[in-house]
T-cell receptor, first 115, second 117 residues
Framework: AQTVTQSQPEMSVQEAETVTLSCTYD???????LFWYKQPPSRQMILVIR??????QNATENRFSVNFQKAATSFRLKISDSQLGDAAMYFC????????????FGKGITLSVRP | NAGVMQNPRHLVRRRGQEARLRCSPM?????VYWYRQLPEEGLKFMVY????????ESGMPKERFSAEFPKEGPSILRIQQVVRGDSAAYFC???????????????FGAGSRLTVL
């Protein structure tokens, strides 16, 4: 079965600083996609960023970027210039092997932002 | 575009009652996924449906749980004879046709929180 591991349950960052959230996964696929989702206190799941595994270039969305190391099956999320609104739970997710867009989620990491 | 609509947002049931959770996917989306989130946990896949078809129900408990996505109307997740362990947030997500597999971004609803007394 697919597994996604987020080993850090909590992290804290000072406003305007940079923080990196870790995620590792396992897969037997050569082409796949990886996702980071954010869940603020409202509990709405919001897509942060998506990475295509066959692309060597790391995905970037404004202040959010990915450090993707395919060989190490590592998919880290970097948040630059952290803002108070970034405080949330962050979930790493990958599709199950060969099976449509069904996602396997990690347990999540709670990010707090200190003013 | 109203997004993925779930209702009710909150549902309270007593043990032994039935719970029905509804999900209307985004306009143009033909794939629906149901997930369950227990407190302090990530989302666990339950079932994947297309119109009138259950494609993958590998995450559904074998008993008391069922799901449907009829030709007309919302997708429904039904839990019969609820127990306290069913208390959780249930999320629905939708996506367009899956090409290529695994590429589509799932759009999530706001979730339905079930509390079993």
């Amino acid at each position: 079965a697919q597994t996604v591991t987020q080993s850090q349950p909590e992290m804290s960052v000072q406003e305007a600083e940079t923080v990196t959230l870790s995620c590792t996964y396992d897969t037997s696929e050569s082409d796949y996609y990886l996702f980071w989702y954010k869940q603020p206190p409202s509990r709405q799941m919001i897509l942060v960023i998506r990475q295509e595994a066959y692309k060597q270039q790391n995905a970037t969305e404004n202040r959010f970027s990915v450090n993707f190391q395919k060989a190490a099956t590592s998919f880290r999320l970097k948040i630059s210039d952290s803002q108070l609104g970034d405080a949330a739970m962050y979930f790493c997710a990958s599709p199950n092997t060969g099976a449509n867009s069904k996602l396997t989620f990690g347990k999540g990491i709670t990010l707090s932002v200190r003013p | 575009n109203a997004g993925v609509m779930q209702n009710p947002r909150h549902l309270v049931r007593r043990r032994g009652q039935e719970a029905r959770l509804r999900c209307s996917p985004m306009k143009g989306h033909s794939h629906v996924y149901w997930y369950r989130q227990l407190p302090e946990e990530g989302l666990k896949f339950m079932v994947y449906l297309q119109k009138e078809n259950i494609i993958d129900e590998s995450g559904m408990p074998k008993e008391r749980f069922s799901a449907e996505f009829p030709k007309e109307g919302p997708s429904i997740l039904r839990i019969q004879q609820v127990v306290r362990g069913d208390s959780a947030a249930y999320f629905c997500a939708s996506s367009p046709e899956d090409r290529p597999p695994g590429a589509n971004v799932l759009t999530f609803g706001a979730g339905s929180r079930l509390t079993v007394l």
